[in-house]
Every structure is written in structure tokens, then in C-alpha cells.
């Protein structure tokens, strides 16, 4: 008989809560795997820490739509969502992490695992080494590491980890970076993994996602599964109760920012604009405009659409953007549009000039 493992009792048996991280890149769908997890959690007691870059906390708006850091009346409930938005959690573990972890460890005998979801820009490894920390490690250890892959961008060729194919394309055009930050990136977060989740794979085809599985596979270790999901729907008996216990073995894990070197992101940029109610339709084409002129990685945000009672939410990666309506307006609550972008090099002005266009003209006094 097929029963779920039982992470509550492994932490009873550790003294330890057992922590997931789930690491990948920008839109490959980690919050959709967050949000399958908590309802599917059946019982268990889940802490929640998610990792924003940029100024809005949108991934944390995301979770408390469906339900998380909320009662059933909707009101916000302290300590079960713990939103880290001042920077790459990587290169704020002393600042910001280690307080919420202490905050947790108070609360030991309410939680039986924390799910921890780390920005797209974050190095997965020394997130994992700060619960080496003496004051960490004696109330917490890493079930596993969970890296998520956007299927069709790494079958596009984007962020993969150089296959064969598109490496030589790329050694081909002198005008292309061998050795781009975000494949070091992608790399980084396979070699800390242990799990990999090929998202989306209900958007590619067969030969597809054996090239993007080869591809993969070969940056693993054997021990290491690897599993396929749409719309991150993958079971929680594989997801949790790995009992890895990450940060012993972290160390050995392949890292191109290994002996001490920072790594920066500052060639990342992020910014808001704040609209008032748009159509919808006009702005998805001035969104799709734009990223195919300017070097946008990601745009998430929401949008009020007039004459409409629930919040529209966005996001789009690349040229590929997907919109449904989350959840209705609250009563007394502001309807505007808010979306975040993040890339590198983006001409911001041009940016705001363009959706700026699409807000309806004031009306002229008489």
C-alpha cells in the first residue's frame, strides 16, 4: 500500500524541521510548485519563506491569493509566509534569513516542514551552507534541494546548460558571450540539486524533451532524479520526505562561484510601473511589443481591467506570457496595475513611455 512519508515524524525523530529549497530560474515555475505543495499539503503545517528581487513582493501576493498566511476569513496570519524582499536571499542570509529562521526555530513544535523558494537570480549553494550554522543547524536540516526547469526555454536553447547543439551555435557567433552569467547561473542551481523538475512539458514535444532531458541528465549526478511536471504537479511522495540532509554534502557540490568568489547581479535590473486600469488586450500586445525590442527576462504584476470585479495576474518570461484572473478586488481596496520587469540592460523610460500610452486620457475640464 502507497502511503505519503511522513515528514512530520521525521522531524520528530531528527529534532530537526525539515526544509525544502526550491531553486530555479526566472518563470520556470517555482510559486506554481509552492502553491501544488500547500494544496496538496493535507494536514501538514508548512512554513512558507519566499525570496523576491526587485520592489514588489508579487510571488508573496501570489501565495496569499490562494489562501497561504491567510484564514479562512482572509485575514493575514502571523508567522505561516515570511517574504525576504530585500535582495538575492543568497547574499542576504545573515540579514534576513537567519532572523526568520530564528523566528521558526521558536515555533519548532508548531511546524513539520518549511518550504523555501528562492528568487530566480539566486545561488542555490550558499543559501543550503547557512544551515551549517551552529544556531541552524541544531533545529532545522535541508530535505532536499528542488531545482525546476523551464522546459521550453532550455529546448529554445535560453539558460541551458550548454548542450552540445547550441554551444557550438553560440562558439559560431562572435557576437554572443561564451560564457554568459546565466548559464554559470543555470549550472549552479542543477549542480546543488537534489531533485530536478522538467516543468512545462505539456508545451514541448517528445523529441523535445528528450533533448532537454539529455541535456540535463548530463550536468547530474546518477543519484539525482529527475522527474517531468505541467504545471508543477508533481507528488508530494516525491517531493518531500527526501531526507538528503543537503547542507552535509553541499560542500562537494559543483559551483562556479566556489573559494569565496562573489558573484554580482548587478548587470540585473528591476522596476515597477504603476498604471491605473488598463484594457486588457491592448496592454498583453504592448507587453509582447516591448520584450521582443528590449532585454526583458521577466514581467509579473497585476492589472485592474475596467468594468471587470477580480484582479487580472500576468507574467510572462521571454516572448511567452501567460494571464488569468486570481481572485476579485477587496472592498476598499485600490484597483490599479502594477508590474515588476527584470532584465538586463532595459531602457526603463522607454519602457514607462510605452504603457504610460495605453492609460486613458484624463478628462479635459471644461
Known sequence: MHTEPDTAGAAQRTGKIPATVITGFLGSGKTTLLRHVLANAEGRRIAV???????????????????IGCDADGNEQDGQLYELANGCMCCTVQ???FPVMQQLAARRD???????ETSGLALPKPLV???QWPEIANAFTVDAVVTVVDTPAAAAGQFAAHPEAVDAQRRADPNLDHESPLHELFEDQLGAADLVVLNKCDQVDGAALARVEAMVRAELPPEVKLVHATEGRVPLSVLLGLQRAAETTIDQRPSHHDHGEDHEHDEFDSFSVDLPPLEREPLLAALEQLVAQQPVLRVKGFVA???KPMRLLVQGVGTRFTHHF????GAGEERGTRLVFIGQGMDEAAVRTALEALAPAAPVAA
Open 49 to 67: 519563506i519566499v525570496n523576491e528581487f526587485g520592489e514588489l513582493g508579487i510571488d508573496g501576493d501570489i501565495l496569499k491569493a490562494c489562501g
Open 95 to 97: 540579514e534576513e534569513f
Open 110 to 116: 508548531e511546524i513539520d516542514a518549511i518550504l523555501i
Open 129 to 131: 551552507q547557512a544551515f
Open 305 to 307: 481591467v475596467p468594468g
Open 326 to 329: 486570481d481572485r476579485p478586488w
